[in-house]
């Protein structure tokens, strides 16, 4: 078998893949997420307004954000674990039921000195 056929039978089998990658994946409507922020004194904020436990819920419906689509909390490397319990709650009751906490990956990386 020729090298040309290898080369034409490896295009083909890319472009098939990439064609059935593209036709099977999720198309995501709206990408804009809202993100509540507690910090460690568990001050709670979003769209930078300080917020009382109780009233997130009707912020973020106030800001146009459907109940279908996730909240995203960011919490601090020690948070309050019952203002967590009580954001999830309220949200949930109000029927956010995508509610993800995150923390803030941390990376680092080091140069090692030529030899």
Known sequence: MSRLYFL???????ASSVWNGCTTSR????????EITLDEAGVI?????RLKP??????V???GF????????LIPD???RAIMRALSIELVQNGYTRTIFVKNRKASSTVPQPR
């Open 78 to 80: 020690n948070p309050d």
């Open 45 to 49: 904020t979003f769209n930078n307004k």
């Open 27 to 34: 198309v995501i409507e709206n990408t804009r997420v809202p």
């Open 66 to 73: 459907k109940r279908e689509q996730e909240v995203n909390i």
């Open 8 to 14: 034409t039978l490896a295009l083909l089998f890319a």
């Open 61 to 63: 419906r106030a800001a």
């Open 54 to 59: 109780g009233t997130v819920a009707a912020a």
